[in-house]
């Protein structure tokens, strides 16, 4: 529990780390209370409906920060590529640069619990994932997140929140059931801005765009290559946020 972190060897050609059966690949139960970071790998778990990455605890002092990490939960009996309870404030929690990918009944990203904590995910990827991309469902008063600078496409539901979570710069495309949920809580259309939908209508929050064609959008969404298209709606259609300097690819941003 003292390590500070578990990383591959490459940047560029990530380490794979598969399991199958019903453990998780990586369990993080109690006793954990310093900076902790997750980068550089592939993780899978291609059969039973472990998760890929499951955190049952928090402490005050802890922070976890997955970087460049594909996590891919292709089993058909469902699970997450991570679940986790809130996480403190901080945010304590950080995803970054990281891809997402399941089956028929998965969920990307999935937290829970109840309390005043923070996430924040932002540059990743959350594709073909059945149930939902991510899943705020934590029963926290106040903000829980920030989900920035993300593409959700080909998931059952791309977002589901139950709780105020700050959206930008966020594209939804194929979504099989909706683009967003925000019913059973106090989840608000209003926390959403300069994103792009196929299937959400408007107007809610500010400078969105609705109705957008995949096909028109991403050079190959059936492929896996989200990257858009020179004439794509969505470029340049972002606004600038502070601390994000390099997209998914490691590209400069402003």
């Known amino acids: 529990k003292n390590i500070a972190g578990i990383r591959g060897d490459s940047a560029s050609s990530l380490r794979v780390w598969t399991a199958t059966g019903?453990?998780?690949?990586?369990?993080?139960?109690?006793?954990?209370?310093?900076?902790?970071?997750?980068?550089?790998?592939?993780?899978?778990h291609n059969s039973g409906n472990g998760h890929v990455v499951q955190l049952f605890a928090w402490s005050s002092t802890a922070t976890i920060r997955?970087?460049?990490?594909?996590?891919?939960?292709?089993?058909?009996?469902?699970?997450?590529g991570i679940n986790t309870p809130l996480p403190p404030a901080g945010p304590a929690l950080v995803i970054d640069r990281c891809r997402?990918?399941?089956?028929?009944?998965?969920?990307?990203?999935a937290l829970n619990g109840s309390g005043d904590g923070r996430a924040l995910v932002r540059n990743s990827l959350f594709r073909g994932l059945?149930?939902?991309?991510?899943?705020f469902s934590s029963a926290a008063a106040t903000n829980i997140g920030w989900v920035q600078n993300c593409t959700f496409a080909s998931c059952g539901t791309g977002?589901?929140?139950?709780?105020?979570?700050?959206?930008?710069?966020?594209?939804?495309?194929?979504?099989?059931s909706v683009d967003i949920d925000v019913s059973g809580g106090s989840g608000t259309t209003a926390d959403f801005s300069y994103s792009a939908f196929a299937q959400a209508?408007?107007?809610?929050?500010?400078?969105?765009?609705?109705?957008?064609?995949?096909?028109?959008?991403?050079?190959?969404?059936?492929?896996?290559?989200l990257s858009l298209k020179s004439s794509a709606q969505c470029r340049n259609a972002g606004t600038s946020i502070g601390g994000v300097v390099e997209d998914i690819t490691a590209t400069a941003r402003p």
């Open 201 to 225: 209508t408007g107007p809610f929050g500010s400078n969105n765009i609705f109705g957008i064609v995949a096909g028109n959008e991403f050079n190959n969404l059936a492929g896996g290559d």
């Open 100 to 109: 997402f990918l399941g089956g028929t009944s998965d969920r990307g990203f």
């Open 159 to 176: 977002l589901k929140v139950f709780q105020r979570v700050a959206v930008q710069n966020c594209a939804f495309a194929g979504s099989t």
């Open 22 to 44: 019903n453990p998780d690949n990586l369990n993080i139960s109690t006793g954990m209370s310093q900076a902790f970071e997750i980068r550089d790998l592939y993780i899978s």
């Open 66 to 80: 997955f970087y460049n990490v594909t996590l891919d939960h292709s089993s058909t009996s469902g699970g997450d």
């Open 130 to 135: 059945g149930a939902y991309g991510i899943e």
